[in-house]
């Protein structure tokens, strides 16, 4: 018999979005209470985590003089643009926290170049520019989980989902705008990947990503994952 596969993880079921949000908020805000610096965290993007993310803003808690903050991925645009993940998260959280350090990803340049550039980045702050399985470059990975499987911007069918040495990649195709994401062995190397999804269109999703198959059951965690599912998106 096959061992279990780390991406299965641990699952808690929420009633709806919005205890999801609240379940999501706390267990962040639980790690976030007695860390030391740096604690890296990377946020997810997408419409999910929004009210998670106006939540961690309003609480007490957290210590963000510790935190760095990173993202899992970013859509070409510019940083005011609608689509920006980095807008939505500046709008629901970052205005009101200060971080000990905030790593954007970049957009003023080509996607290539901003990919080339992020990845120096993990690497410089990490402090080394291979990984070490002992010890992780994030402490907290918040990852969203689409209909199609993909999580940051592992899109299916992409060439980013063979790219093994890079840490950050462009991905210029798969959808309406090119955009710059994390890769496996960067995500792999977290020591808490969180999973939070809403929504029946992702219920079968879920299922498959947990057997290890669609772009996101490709992960290979080295830490613990945690599902946190509303009861729609439970298989």
Known sequence: MSPPLAIAGRVEILADARALAARAADLIAGHL?????????????????????????????PRWACTEIFFGDERFVPPDSADSNYRMARETLLENIQP????AIPTDISPQSAASRYDETLRQQYGASVLDP???????????LGADGHTASLLPGQPVLQERKCWAAA???GR??????????????????????????KKEAVDRARAGQLPAGGLEPQGEVVWLLDRAAAP
């Open 171 to 173: 991905v210029p195709q």
């Open 134 to 144: 002992a010890v992780p470059l994030f402490d907290l990975t918040l990852l969203g």
């Open 100 to 103: 000990r350090k905030l790593f």
């Open 176 to 201: 309406d705008e090119p955009r710059i994401t994390l890769t496996y062995p960067a995500l792999n190397a977290s020591r808490l990947i969180l999973f939070v999804v809403s929504g029946a269109d």
């Open 33 to 61: 209470a007695d860390c030391q610096a740096p604690f890296r965290m990377v946020l997810a993007g997408g419409s999910t985590p929004r009210e998670t993310y106006r939540r961690l803003a309003g609480m007490s808690g």
